[in-house]
């Protein structure tokens, strides 16, 4: 943490030696306000990808192949699982009975049912699919951020080669970051090695709650507006006098990432994209009104407002059971899934991408179904299924993704890749390339050396 003080009981214009700044924190501000405020110098876009923007849902925990994208009808009871599949709109082509709306929407839908992470651990497979590049070693839980595994996440990408200025940041996560049980945040989720300031927003939110507000543009309780005000000239006033003893470029860019923070603050255009009171009732029930569904309609609202790059983390509440928390259904699954899993995704992706083609956006918007790994072939003795990277399906649509498409073959247990296998890194290839940058676009570390974005190809197939 950078302190911007001197050693003198005052600043050289009279300002106390308590008015200091902390480079990364606006709590000197009286502001609550995430890192990742600074700016960078736009790559140019040469992939012919169309895409202008990507939205993330990541179904953290592993679904089950088997009962989502991937239904084996034939396979023994013990390996299908309680659901048959259903027809869609894509002759031929048939998914789970829990997903009859996304059945509707095959035809928007790239479905790929060979993905391989090789790694059945939550943290280092999630790490793999969040940045493209295997955790070392693999097979590791309840793993933190940090080298060798500090790759930067998609969305870090996406802010890191952003063109500016923006008001709203160019990469946004929410409404929480992912940890497994024991509180260990994942690896992946973050910059690394691209330094802090690409590190994508983080909004801690829950916006079904009746009473949403997001805390990152509210004001301290102690903090007027007239307060803030007067916060305001001394910042001005602190860099004025600062710029004449040092003018290395740390300095200017702390100076931007707070004109901007109050910047978003002051401005009505930032604070209405967050608020979903705006929404007519029949738009938010038709996302549903889990915190995942009305998330994801927010994504909406950011995406519509200019933000380039968004990640919607499935909702881990305090009531998830110990044993099967989210999608990791080691126990009971069919009735979690049932129940609780696949009709608020069902409900929340096909509202997500019927709004997007309502308003002209869907063509323009990369949709991206993801999760760390999929479920073990047969139920355990808890009438759940275990963790499997070695095969599983996710699916793909709009910004320039091919609609109708099952790329990948799975064995007859949904077990192993059969053809067309699939690695984190395509996946992520095919996402830059949609968005119009080449994998082999350059961004640089702290020690101003290059790296590939992506070290994956584009899947052409879905393209």
């Known amino acids: 943490m950078l302190s911007l003080c001197d050693n003198s009981a005052r600043l050289c214009d009279d300002l106390p030696r308590r ?27 040469t992939s012919g990808g169309r895409a202008k923007r990507c939205i993330v849902l990541f179904l953290l925990g592993g679904p089950p192949q088997h009962s989502t994208w991937d239904p084996k009808p034939s396979a023994p009871e013990e390996i299908r699982g309680a659901f048959g599949p259903i027809a869609t709109n894509l002759p031929g082509v048939q998914i789970s009975e829990l997903m009859p709306q996304t059945a509707g929407m095959m035809d928007k839908l790239a479905v790929l049912r060979a993905v391989v992470t090789g790694d059945n651990a939550h943290s280092s497979s999630g790490y793999y699919m969040m940045t ?42 929410l409404p929480m970051h992912i940890f497994n049980t ?153 009735n979690r899934l049932k129940d609780v899993l696949v009709p608020p995704l069902d409900q929340a992706l096909t509202a997500l991408l019927g709004d997007l083609e309502d308003r002209g956006l869907l063509d323009e918007t990369v949709v991206a179904v993801l999760s760390e790994f999929g479920r073990t072939p047969r139920f355990n003795g808890r009438a759940g299924r275990d963790h499997w990277g070695h095969v599983f399906s996710i699916a793909l649509a709009g910004g320039g993704i091919q609609g109708g498409v099952v790329y990948g073959v799975s064995d007859e247990q949904a077990a192993y890749p059969k053809q067309d296998a699939v690695a984190p890194e395509d996946v992520t290839a095919t996402i830059f390339h949609a968005l119009g940058y080449d994998p082999h676009t350059p961004v640089y570390d702290i020690t101003d050396r290059a790296h590939p974005i992506s070290r994956g190809g584009p899947i052409r197939a879905i393209l």
């Open 132 to 173: 493209g590049v295997p955790h070392i070693p693999k097979q590791q839980e309840n793993v933190n951020p940090g080298p060798p595994n500090d790759w930067p996440t998609m969305g870090a990408v996406v802010q890191s080669l952003a063109a500016g200025p923006h008001l709203l940041p160019p990469a946004v996560r």
């Open 182 to 334: 024991d509180g260990s945040i994942w690896p992946g989720q973050d910059s690394g090695w691209l330094g802090h300031a690409a590190d994508p927003w983080l909004f801690n939110c829950e916006p079904a709650s009746p009473d949403f507000d997001v805390p990152q543009f509210r004001l301290s309780a102690d903090v007027s507006t007239g307060r803030m005000s007067e916060r305001r000239t001394l910042l001005e006033a602190i860099e004025s006098r600062l710029q004449d003893v040092e003018r290395d470029n740390s300095l200017a860019t702390y100076a931007g990432q707070q004109r901007r923070a109050f910047d978003l603050l002051s401005t009505s255009q930032a604070r209405a994209a967050f608020d979903l009171k705006q929404e007519a009732d029949a738009t938010r029930d038709r996302y549903g009104r889990s915190q995942f569904g009305q998330s994801v309609l927010l994504s909406r609202r950011l995406v519509e407002s200019g933000v380039e790059f968004v990640q919607v983390n499935w909702f881990r509440g305090p009531d998830e059971p110990a044993a099967n928390p989210c999608w990791d259904s080691h126990a009971d699954e069919t």
């Open 19 to 45: 008015a200091f700044l902390s480079a990364g924190s606006l709590s000197a501000l009286g502001l609550a306000l995430p890192p990742g405020l600074k700016g960078a110098e736009a790559a140019a876009r």
